[in-house]
T-cell receptor, first 115, second 115 residues
Framework: QQQVKQSPQSLIVQKGGISIINCAYE??????FPWYQQFPGKGPALLIA?????SEKKEGRFTISFNKSAKQFSLHIMDSQPGDSATYFCAASGGLQGGSEKLVFGKGTKLTVNP | KAGVTQTPRYLIKTRGQQVTLSCSPISGHRSVSWYQQTPGQGLQFLFE???????NKGNFPGRFSGRQFSNSRSEMNVSTLELGDSALYLC??????????????FGPGTRLTVL
């Protein structure tokens, strides 16, 4: 049972272009949606996160768009750079009742930015 | 602040053996979660500990167990290793904020190879 579906599996963009990664979820109890970036040999690092009370969040070149009715959210990387080449994971968790909840991850998108 | 540390970084075991992995969370973080990362299944939640108590558990067999100590350090143990247990095991720690939100910070992982 895959609760978070991520696409595409791989993505190649040119330097300066826009990278777009999409995720869809099934569980309406999810209320926290982070994106993680992972470089080879490293653990995932939090990039940006959103909660369903807003439709968009921007941090530098990274933007999350959130569509609650469609149960979809996406990551946009503006002005993509070769240093952005990494694997990106979307995730979701289902509310906090006094503590941390488990993250359900998408399968990941391998992004390659060509110079 | 030092990040999440995991030891050892690499481990080679044979089928049937058992293994113990260690995780030291970021200072002040009381929640520790463990994830298994494989190319086929992606990132999957194993379990989460808070104040020495297991609060959440993923869908893994009983061969996978863990514990947390009073200083928030955590260990996970896998008994009777199988070839399919070869994976990157990631530990993540988090600090509960006043509004009950938190962010999980991942360590570099322990690469376990089962021969």
């Amino acid at each position: 049972q895959q609760q978070v579906k991520q696409s595409p599996q791989s993505l190649i963009v040119q330097k300066g272009g826009i990278s777009i990664i999409n995720c869809a979820y099934e569980n309406t109890a999810f209320d926290y949606f982070p994106w993680y970036q992972q470089f080879p040999g490293k653990g995932p690092a939090l990039l940006i996160a959103i909660r369903p009370d807003v439709s968009e969040k921007k941090e530098g070149r990274f933007t999350i768009s959130f569509n609650k009715s469609a149960k979809q959210f996406s990551l946009h990387i503006m002005d993509s750079q070769p240093g952005d080449s990494a694997t990106y994971f979307c995730a979701a968790s289902g509310g906090l009742q006094g503590g941390s909840e488990k993250l359900v991850f998408g399968k990941g998108t391998k992004l390659t930015v060509n110079p | 602040k030092a990040g999440v540390t995991q030891t050892p970084r690499y481990l080679i075991k044979t089928r049937g053996q058992q293994v113990t992995l260690s995780c030291s969370p970021i200072s002040g973080h009381r929640s520790v979660s463990w994830y298994q990362q494989t190319p086929g299944q992606g990132l999957q939640f194993l379990f989460e500990y808070f104040s020495e108590t297991q609060r959440n558990k993923g869908n893994f067999p009983g061969r996978f167990s863990g514990r947390q100590f009073s200083n928030s350090r955590s260990e996970m143990n896998v008994s009777t290793l199988e070839l399919g247990d070869s994976a990157l095991y990631l530990c993540a720690s988090s600090f509960l904020l006043a509004d009950n939100t938190d962010t999980q910070y991942f360590g570099p992982g322990t690469r376990l190879t089962v021969l």
